[in-house]
Structures are given as structure tokens and as C-alpha cells.
């Protein structure tokens, strides 16, 4: 069967086929056992989501004969108690495949006001399952005899419907090409870094470093599992992991996360971090099985931290994100989270798959867009040692550079030591290894040049790369304009005009009050910003002076610093955040959290 909606987001009209393959069903978490009574005979693989929600992937053996007893299976699974609803899942126009949960369905509405929302929804008899943490973002059931696809028509007539669509669910969407794990170490005798790896030396990281390690208030944000604490990230955490930061309810140590956290910023034990003096801020999603609502919530949220970045209550300078996974084609609740986070002025950096092969792939395929998504999103793609395409990378027009991902099995040197679990290293591979190193050195750029928009990021991260075109004959247009080069984007960002002083840089009211100002009173103690804690508590220390004009001697800020530092460190272990110098002034101020 074959069925249509639109795409109120874009206009387009989304055909789907239903899989004769692969079902989705909904029950109760500990309902597997009971599956695989009622199914019987080995006619379908079971899979159960990790998220505790019920949800559990069907997959039918490909034979003829399971195929011809598929109907009757499906028809036990629909009339036993243990299954609330059972569908087939959907194949798009592009061959993908979709998990869509049976009888759900997303809807953003424009003005999140509950009370209108709720009105609607009882208009079209939509049951509510449950509001997102986005504003607005609802899952609704259909009522009885109601498809998903004639309650989407409804929804989407509605004016204040942003867009609804079918609940897509995703499932083994990380793109780790997979690890080969070493032993466990401990803190005390793990192996300190001597020489360092080939893929922190290919993109002349070191070079890099000259100019920065980064900046404290330039964050990546890792759209990712759980990461499992390492010596190796040992203070390297914008914030400590709360339930704020965490969109899913499955809590298990994340390899996969873990490994990126350190690419990007560790400095201690056997790896190195391309932006060490960078901090990275966890925003835990469940890329093995989890409702696509719950992963727009975790990157609207990094846009409302982005927002914050630059006013008096922002501990954020700028954010950028770094997203190695994928979802099941171009899905709307993901496409305009998305676009709010690039719209708040945050670079998104994404992997570009795994399958080896240049068909469709999502997000990373938003890369080419017209316009402001286009302009946010870096689609990456994986090199080997020798700057060659890894074999299992994929490739297409819609590839923006390349970065190295490891060449894949057997897992050897030729791959990435990263940091693991269980205070552990592993050898990865995969284009999710890649994505990393450029978000890495999109943040070392911005560490520079603050005010650089997405667009001109991302500009200046694909002119400012090594050609690799001669080691890879015959991708000519596939793999972007060339290999990452820090050095190089360093080098290139120094040519842009550096940023006016945030301190010195008024904050303009946009509503000013002509009435008279008030006799002035202490200013109350300052309010942590929702969502975006640093490390330790945030202090003003008094005014430090100096006997120079700091604001012309940078030589003296960075002496004035170091001596405050060994003077506040060793009692607070809190890091200098911001630096404030007035032009011609003798004193100037340090913020530390």
C-alpha cells in the first residue's frame, strides 16, 4: 500500500510504501518474551528499544515462506493483549527506510500556547501521548478509525500548525564504523602520550596550536549517548551531566560518545584532542532507539543556549555542534530543529555515512540546501592514513570536506585511538570519527574570530584545506573541496577582522525606558542560566591592577593572568573565562567559573 501526505515544511508531497519486511510495534518494555511466544516458528528477528518505551523492531526472514506467513503473524500480534499496535514500516522515494510508530503522530505547533494546542488537537479527536520539552511539540494518537495520514491532512490545515507528521522513530543511527577496545587502564598507569597520532599530524593540528588551544566559552556541543567518565576528560566538561541535558531515558555509558568528547578535547593519557582548551557540553540522545521528537528537543536546546551567547547572563560564547549520526531520511521535526539552531547562530557539524555510497543521506545531505540550513550544516567524510576516501565512507556533491576517519578493518595504527570506557582506549573507525575533528577546528576558529556567522565558517573551513583530489582519482565533485588543515583555517580566519571586546562592547536595551533611572542599589546575586552551568560556581573577583596599559599589552594581560591564576587555581581549580580590559585603562577584570 501506498500512501501520501505534505510536507508543510517544504511543500513536498512524501510518498511511502509500506515494507513487507519490517514492522514496528507497540507494547509493553518487558513484553519481548511474550513477542516471541506469539511469533513463533523464527518467522521475525525481535528487537527491543533500549529507551524503555515500548517499542520494539520486527524484521521478517527473507525467505518466501516467512514472507507468505507474514499477514497471519501480524494478525496474532494485533489481537493479543501484549501489543497495544502493530505496523509495517515505510520505505520513501529514496529507498529509505522508515520506522514510523503505528497510530502516532508529531505536531509543532507556531505559538506554543497549551491552551490552543490542546484545542485543536480535541477538534481533530487527537489523544495526547505526551509534550516534548520543545515549545509547541506535541505526540498525538489517532482516534479510533482516523489513519495517521487523515490526521496529519487535518493538522496541517490548521493555520497554526507549524507541520505534523508520522512519529518517526530512529534506530542504530550512530555512524561508528566499530572499535577494537585495549585493555582497561587506571588513572596511575596509563600510558602517557609521547609521540602524537597520525590524524592530529595530518591536519597540522600542532601548527594550530601556536595561535590556540581554544577557549573555555567556545563550546561543541556532542548531540550523543551518555559519555563515560576518562582521565582523559578529566575538567574538560562545560557542564556537569544533570537531567537538563539529558533527552532520552536509556542512561548507559555511550562508547560512541565517549570517543568524540575526547577527539575534541582532551589533552591528557594516550590521545590528543584537536581543541584541547575548548570545553564540550554532552547533550545525551539515544542513537540506538529513540524517538526523533526527543533528539529535535536536545538541539533546540542548544539553540536556546546559543541565544543566550554574547548577553550578561550567557556562559556560552559560542556553540557549535557535532552530530555523528543519522536519521531516516528527510524528517521534519529534525529539519526544523535544525534550522532553529543554525538560526541562532550555531555551526553544525555532521557525519556524512557509512554505507559507502553516494545516495541520500540525513541529515548531512541538508549540507546542500539554499540557504540559511545550507549554510550551518558541514557534511564530513572520512580519510584513511594516506588521505584516500576509507573505503566505507560515503561520498557525493553534497560532501563539503574531508577529515581523517581511519581506514577500517583490520583495526590497526592506520585507525583512531580514542578514549573508551572504562577508563579504556579504542581503535575506531567511521565518518563519526571524522565529523569530530572538524567541529574541533570550527571551535579553535571561533576561539579567534567570535563573530564569525555560520555561513563564513563554514566558508572558511572548506577554502582552507589540503587537495587530495590526486589520491582520490575519479570523486572529483564527491568529496568537497579537500582534506581539513587547522593551520590553515587558523591562518585563513586571521585575515578577517578580530572582534570587537565583548567587555567593551555595550549591550544595547532593545525596549530602553525613558524614565528616570532609580538611586542605585547593589546588584543581585547573578542566576545560573537554565541549561547552561559551568564547571564550578561563578564568581566576580575585585579588580586586579596592573602598572601598565593592559589594553595595548598583551604581553602584560597574559603575565597578570598567569599570576593571578597561581594565586586563585590552587585554592578554586576554576579556570579564567573572560578577560575585561578598558582601552587605555590601568586595571582590568577577570571573571573565573
Avoid at 356 to 379: F, W
Amino acid at each position: 500500500m501506498t500512501y501520501r501526505y505534505r510536507d508543510k515544511l517544504t511543500g513536498r508531497t512524501v510518498v511511502l510504501d509500506e515494507s513487507h519486511t519490517d514492522f514496528v510495534a507497540l507494547g509493553r518494555p518487558d513484553d519481548a518474551e511474550t513477542l516471541g511466544e506469539l511469533l513463533g516458528q523464527n518467522l521475525l528477528s525481535v528487537s527491543q528499544s533500549s529507551n524503555n518505551d515500548g517499542v520494539f523492531i520486527l524484521k521478517v526472514n527473507s525467505d518466501a515462506e516467512s514472507l507468505r506467513q507474514i499477514q497471519a503473524t501480524i494478525a496474532k500480534l494485533k489481537s493479543s493483549d501484549a501489543i497495544d499496535a502493530v505496523a509495517p514500516a515505510v520505505v520513501d522515494a529514496e529507498g529509505i527506510t522508515r520506522y514510523a510508530l503505528p497510530d502516532r503522530v508529531v505536531v509543532q505547533f507556531k505559538t506554543p500556547a497549551t491552551s490552543k494546542a490542546n484545542q485543536v488537537l480535541k477538534k481533530h479527536r487527537a489523544k495526547l501521548v505526551r509534550q516534548f520539552r520543545s515549545p509547541g511539540l506535541y505526540e498525538v494518537e489517532t482516534a479510533q478509525g482516523i489513519s495517521v495520514f487523515d490526521l496529519i491532512a487535518s493538522l496541517n490545515s490548521e493555520e497554526g500548525v507549524q507541520f505534523a507528521e508520522p512519529s518517526y522513530y530512529g534506530v542504530n543511527d550512530q555512524e561508528i564504523r566499530s572499535i577494537i577496545a585495549t585493555p582497561p587502564r587506571s588513572g596511575s598507569d596509563a600510558e602517557s602520550l609521547t609521540d602524537l597520532p597520525w590524524n592530529v599530524m595530518k591536519i597540522a593540528a600542532p601548527a594550530a596550536w601556536t595561535v590556540t588551544t581554544g577557549q573555555a566559552t567556545i563550546v561543541v556541543g556532542v548531540v550523543d549517548g551518555w559519555p563515560d567518565a576518562h582521565d582523559a576528560l578529566a575538567g574538560k566538561f562545560h557542564a556537569p551531566l544533570s537531567d537538563e541535558l539529558v533527552f532520552t531515558a536509556d542512561r548507559t555509558p555511550s562508547s560512541h560518545a565517549t570517543n568524540i568528547c575526547g577527539l575534541i578535547a582532551a589533552d591528557q593519557g594516550r590521545i590528543a584532542g584537536i581543541a584541547p582548551g575548548t570545553r564540550v557540553l554532552p547533550l545525551v540522545v539515544n542513537l540506538r532507539s529513540q524517538s526523533y521528537g526527543e533528539r529535535a528537543d536536545a538541539i533546540r536546546w542548544a539553540a536556546q543556549v546559543a541565544r543566550l551567547a554574547g548577553s550578561a547572563a550567557g556562559q556560552v560564547r559560542r556553540l557549535v555542534l557535532s552530530c555523528s549520526w543519522k536519521v531516516s531520511g528527510d524528517v521534519a521535526v529534525i529539519r526544523a530543529a535544525l534550522l532553529d539552531a543554525v538560526e541562532a547562530g550555531v555551526m553544525i557539524v555532521f557525519s556524512a555515512g557509512n554505507d559507502g555510497v553516494s545516495g541520500p543521506h540525513y541529515p548531512s545531505d541538508y549540507s546542500g540546501e539554499p540557504g540559511a540550513l545550507g549554510d550551518g550544516i558541514i557534511s564530513v567524510a572520512a580519510t584513511d592514513e594516506n588521505d584516500r576516501r576509507a573505503s566505507y565512507s560515503n561520498y557525493s556533491a553534497k560532501v563539503d570536506l574531508l577529515a581523517p576517519g581511519g581506514d577500517g578493518l583490520p583495526f590497526d595504527e592506520r585507525d583512531i585511538l580514542c578514549a573508551d570506557l572504562a577508563n579504556s582506549y579504542a581503535e575506531a573507525a567511521g565518518t563519526s570519527i571524522a565529523a569530530p575533528h572538524v567541529a574541533a577546528v570550527a571551535a579553535l576558529v571561533l576561539s579567534i574570530r567570535p563573530n564569525l556567522t555560520p555561513k563564513e565558517l563554514k566558508a572558511l573551513l572548506r577554502k582552507s584545506v589540503d587537495d587530495v583530489s590526486a589520491v582520490n582519482a575519479g570523486m572529483a565533485g564527491l568529496l568537497g573541496t579537500g582534506r581539513l588543515n587547522a593551520a590553515k583555517a587558523l591562518a585563513e580566519a586571521q585575515l578577517y577582522p578580530a572582534s570587537p571586546n565583548p567587555a567593551t562592547t555595550p549591550i544595547v536595551d532593545p525596549d530602553p525606558d525613558p524614565e528616570p533611572e532609580p538611586d542605585p542599589v547593589a546588584d543581585p546575586p547573578e542566576e545560573p542560566v537554565e541549561g547552561a552551568e559551568s564547571d564550578g560556581p561563578s564568581v566576580r573577583l575585585d579588580t586586579v591592577t596592573a602598572d601598565t596599559d593592559v589594553s595595548d599589552q598583551a604581553t602584560d594581560i597574559r603575565m597578570l593572568m598567569e599570576s593571578v591564576r597561581e594565586r586563585v587555581d590552587s585554592r578554586t581549580g576554576w579556570l579564567i573565562q573572560e578577560v575585561r580590559v578598558g582601552r587605555g585603562a590601568d586595571s582590568i577584570t577577570l571573571h573565573f567559573g
